[in-house]
């Protein structure tokens, strides 16, 4: 699987767009970029994956440039509940139960 | 039901000590993980089963015995662990497919102390 570079940690305004960006440059075509979340002391929380193009949900955006090389985890209105740990993936679709190798991850602090 | 219990939540044994570890999901899945996860670092696969059989070991030491004995349950037996093997272990499931990708559960996991 491609290996994943996150800033190691962020701030954001309460009520503010967080914006998590994440550098797989050596990703392939046929490998999907997932993100997910840790709150304190609780188990990781998937939010959302996509191949190539935007996706969204009710948890957030996600964008990945046109080479697929990067990508962005959009928080549209980023609350107190929202500071955590937050994972950026990257992983084949496999036949058979794959492993997430989870990276340093990007930590979010939401403040008032 | 979208959720994966894991029990218990705490668990505090000495190294000559034999205990089990307790994960269980209803959602159908046939993909089942433990994952372990030290302080301040990111989790690690341990092992994977696919519809109840072993399909990945990530080179764990013996002492760690993962057990699948239905499609909802797995367990984590634990004999003769060091201090070093303290940490949170996580347990998740996945449906199971070709060419899909699945999100995975992941339940609260078990806070384990070796003394």
């Known amino acids: 699987d491609a290996k994943t570079t996150q800033p190691p940690s962020m701030d954001c305004a309460e009520g503010r767009a967080a914006n998590l960006p994440c550098n797989h440059s050596t990703i392939s075509g046929n490998e999907y970029v997932y993100w997910y979340r840790q709150i304190h002391s609780q188990g990781p929380q998937y939010i959302i994956h996509g191949l190539k193009n935007n996706e969204t949900n009710e948890m957030a955006s996600l964008i990945i440039t046109e080479d697929r090389k990067s990508s962005t985890l959009i928080l549209p209105h980023a609350t107190l509940r929202d500071t955590a740990v937050y994972y950026c993936?990257?992983?084949?679709?496999?036949?058979?139960?794959?492993?997430?190798?989870f990276g340093t991850g990007t930590r979010l602090q939401v403040t008032l | 039901d979208t959720e994966v219990t894991q029990t218990p939540k705490h668990l505090v044994m000495g190294m000559t000590n034999k205990k089990s570890l307790k994960c269980e999901q209803h959602?159908?899945?046939?993909?089942m993980y433990w994952y372990k996860q030290k302080a301040k670092k990111p989790p690690e696969l341990m092992f994977v089963y696919s519809y109840e059989k072993l399909s990945i070991n990530e080179s764990v030491p013996s002492r760690f015995s993962p057990e699948c004995p239905n499609s909802s349950l797995l367990n984590l037996h634990l004999h003769a662990l060091q201090p070093e093997d303290s940490a949170l272990y996580l347990c998740?499931?996945?449906?199971?497919?070709?060419?899909?990708?699945?999100?995975?559960?992941f339940g609260p996991g078990t806070r384990l102390t070796v003394t």
């Open positions: 993936i990257v992983r084949v679709a496999a036949g058979t139960a794959s492993k997430l190798t």
């Open positions: 998740a499931s996945s449906q199971d497919g070709t060419g899909v990708p699945y999100e995975q559960y």
């Open positions: 959602m159908g899945h046939r993909a």
